[in-house]
């Protein structure tokens, strides 16, 4: 028995909106680069989270030794027997801290299957930037794609800027919140199509117990007047050796309004090997 993931290339939703959006972020990024409004350089770090829609660019600035940073996971679990399963994660985060400026990619793919049946199929695609105005105290803008075959949408892309502020900053304990206005648009299952103003809300926690085991709990909220989209990732990292660790995380996504066949929440549970570059 074998299970095949289906591309995770963004749909026609993405493709028609992330190049304008890429053009504007570009221009901003030009601007505020530029000698007349860039001041003294502190950087954030990559973030630590798992799921795309909740990544945080905003966590420990000198984190990183260079300017590229990032990792790379990969799951994989198989049952045969009376019942035949199969599961795989994959997901990767890489940023570029350069001065002020902190730019992220992140992006993931997941897929299940039971007696050749397929259960499971998602896919995730996330840009962000931030740019430090103090040591606690941010801007950001970012554009979230999600696609997911057994949700009530097919396919969600959002853009959204706005502020940030860590508000722990410990040797052992950060904590980030971000708030700002955005937009969304959402192809339902039924083919329907949604485009509205969202106000996102995100909330960035990681807790080190020592330098080889570190937990992470992110929250990330898109409030639309039409849905409510809320994602929640809890991340527990160990070093085996190395750069290489074992990370077992556990995902919840909520959508307030889906058709009458469909879920409002959807949940995941992951195991992978975790390398760092």
């Known amino acids: 028995m074998s299970y095949r993931m289906r591309s995770g290339m963004p749909g026609p939703l993405a493709r028609q909106t992330l190049p304008s959006l890429g053009a504007g972020c570009l221009l901003a990024a030009v601007a505020l680069q530029s000698p007349i409004a860039n001041g003294a350089t502190t950087a954030d770090a990559i973030p630590a989270g798992g799921a795309p829609i909740v990544v945080d660019a905003a966590a420990d600035p000198a984190a990183s030794a260079g300017p590229w940073s990032g990792n790379v996971r990969l799951g994989y679990l198989a049952n045969s027997g009376?019942?035949?399963?199969?599961?795989?994660?994959f997901g990767f985060e890489v940023a570029y801290a350069i001065e002020r400026w902190v730019h992220s990619l992140a992006g993931s793919a997941v897929g299940a299957s039971d007696d050749n049946t397929t259960t499971a199929e998602a896919y995730t695609l996330g840009w962000k930037s931030t740019y430090d105005l103090t040591e606690r105290d941010y801007l950001f803008g970012r554009v979230d794609w999600l696609k997911d075959k057994f949700s009530g949408f097919d396919e969600q892309l959002s853009e959204a800027i706005g502020y940030g502020r860590r508000l722990i900053l410990q040797p052992h304990q950060t904590l980030s919140v971000e708030i700002g206005p955005g937009a969304r648009q959402s192809e339902l299952r039924t083919?329907?199509?949604?485009?509205e103003l969202i106000l996102a809300l995100g909330s960035y926690y990681e807790y080190n117990f020592n330098e080889n085991a570190r937990f992470n709990f992110d929250v990330g909220m898109q409030m639309g007047e039409e849905n409510t989209f809320t994602e929640a990732v809890a991340a527990l990292r160990t070093k085996l050796v190395?750069?290489?660790s074992a990370v077992l995380s556990y995902t919840v996504r909520n959508n307030t309004d889906v058709p009458d066949d469909s879920e409002e929440t959807d949940t995941m549970t992951a195991v992978a090997l975790e390398y760092l570059f």
Not at 82 to 89: A, D, G, I, L
Not at 191 to 195: A, D, L
């Open 242 to 244: 190395g750069d290489l």
């Open 191 to 195: 083919g329907e199509e949604e485009k």
């Open 82 to 89: 009376n019942t035949e399963t199969e599961n795989v994660n």
